[in-house]
């Protein structure tokens, strides 16, 4: 285990890729985006003609928590998908899962708290601690272990360093690894045992493909849940999500998304509301990824990358480079310019072991992953 101090801020690596993406294709060749983790697809039909018709009387703020529909609408979520009762008033819509992090940060800690995250992990986990002042621990998961975060894990590393909170995701990026029931249980239960607070990020909940996805509010009610309507509902650039809290930690969240950032946007709101019973365009969606998630992980061994099975959820392949490069970056840099396939290097997710390992978004069409494994076959030779 490694821990950062609070001056340790990194670049995000993913977005020069990027960035070398857009000259490629502005010099008039094409790239195959498997760098981002966004859906390919727009939201529900259902959802853009229902912001269509709010438009013109949606310019104000919602107040700070969110309107009452959407609150009431992700209650009877939890009611039917996880079999819990949650109070609408425990729910807080936020702008994205994103500033979710931070309402859940200062509601829960003081400035100055260390945060357990596991590593690899989220790149804007150790950024956005760091950038407001917290310090983290970082638990290192294994391949040989699915990549899953253990009770065990976390006693081994609070006692070489005590942490105050953990913030994990189950299905995680960069490796998708999903813990079952019995996992989730192992690791709420260590955490209270070890006075920690936890934050469940749930973001790529639904996108499972081995089983349905375990809330953390399903063995707790001490969590702070995170979740958004990024991925599952197609809406990245929307920035709607919501959390559930704690009922000592609600006001305080009120407070802070008060004067933060007021209030959700109104139109995303109205849309998350009406997206919530769009499931069944998201499962249509879901089996595009289930399908591209097959075809990428034989496609990447068969190239000769070592890849373990195909990731529990989400939609990445969390792929080992080691018999081609031991340098993500350069190996991602190279596989762009000579291929035009863009991928995000290990490094982002981390600094430690990261230069092994390349993530391959599959949430695009099929054919872009077909087109990729073709170009990578050539560039590989
Ligand atoms: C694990 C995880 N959490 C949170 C986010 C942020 O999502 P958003 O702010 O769009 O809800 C992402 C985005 O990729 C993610 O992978």
């Not at 956005?128 to 009770?151: C, D, Q, R, S, Y």
């Not at 959820?313 to 080992?320: E, K, L, M, Q």
Request: with cysteine.
């Amino acid at each position: 285990m490694t821990s950062t101090s609070a001056d340790g801020l990194m670049p995000f690596h993913a977005m020069e890729i990027l960035k070398r993406a857009k000259a490629i294709e502005a010099s008039g060749r094409t790239v195959c985006h498997l760098e981002v983790g966004e859906p390919g697809s727009p939201p529900a039909p259902r959802v853009i003609e229902a912001v269509a018709k709010a438009l013109p009387q949606a310019q104000g703020y919602t107040n700070a928590k969110g309107l009452a529909e959407l609150r009431e609408g992700l209650a009877g979520y939890y009611a039917h998908q996880h079999g819990v009762a949650v109070d609408p008033d425990a729910i807080l819509a936020t702008m994205g899962s994103s500033a979710g992090f931070i309402i859940a940060f200062h509601a829960a800690f003081k400035p100055g708290a260390r945060i357990a995250i596991t590593r690899p992990g989220y790149p804007a986990y150790v950024n956005t601690l760091l950038g407001l002042g917290f310090a983290i621990a970082e638990i290192p998961v294994t391949a040989e272990n699915g990549w899953k975060l253990t009770g065990a894990d976390i006693v081994a590393a609070h006692a070489a360093e005590p942490f105050d909170g953990m913030l994990f995701a189950s299905p995680a990026n960069p490796t998708g690894a999903a813990v079952d029931r019995e996992q989730m249980g192992d690791i709420v239960v260590t955490c209270k045992r070890l006075g920690v607070r936890l934050i469940s990020d749930e973001i790529y909940h639904g996108l499972d493909y081995r089983g349905p996805s375990v809330s953390a509010l399903e063995l707790t009610r001490e969590a702070i849940v995170i979740n958004s309507f990024s991925k599952y509902y197609c809406m990245t650039g929307w920035r709607i999500g919501w959390m559930v809290l704690p009922d000592e930690l609600v006001r305080r969240a009120e407070i802070l998304q008060q004067n933060l950032f007021i209030s959700a946007p109104t139109l995303s709101q109205i849309a998350a509301t009406v997206a919530l019973g769009e499931r069944e365009y998201s499962e249509q969606q879901k089996a595009g990824y289930a399908a591209n998630r097959g075809l990428l992980n034989d496609g990447l061994a068969s190239l000769g990358f070592h890849m373990g099975s195909p990731s529990d959820g989400a939609f990445y392949a969390y792929a080992d480079i080691s018999r081609f490069s031991n340098d993500s970056m350069s190996f991602c840099e190279a596989m762009l310019d000579e291929a035009g396939v863009a991928a995000t290097p290990g490094v982002d997710f981390d600094r430690v072991g990261g230069n092994r390992y390349v993530r391959f978004s599959y949430a695009g069409k099929q054919e872009t992953v077909d087109v990729a494994l073709e170009r990578m076959r050539a560039f590989l030779k």
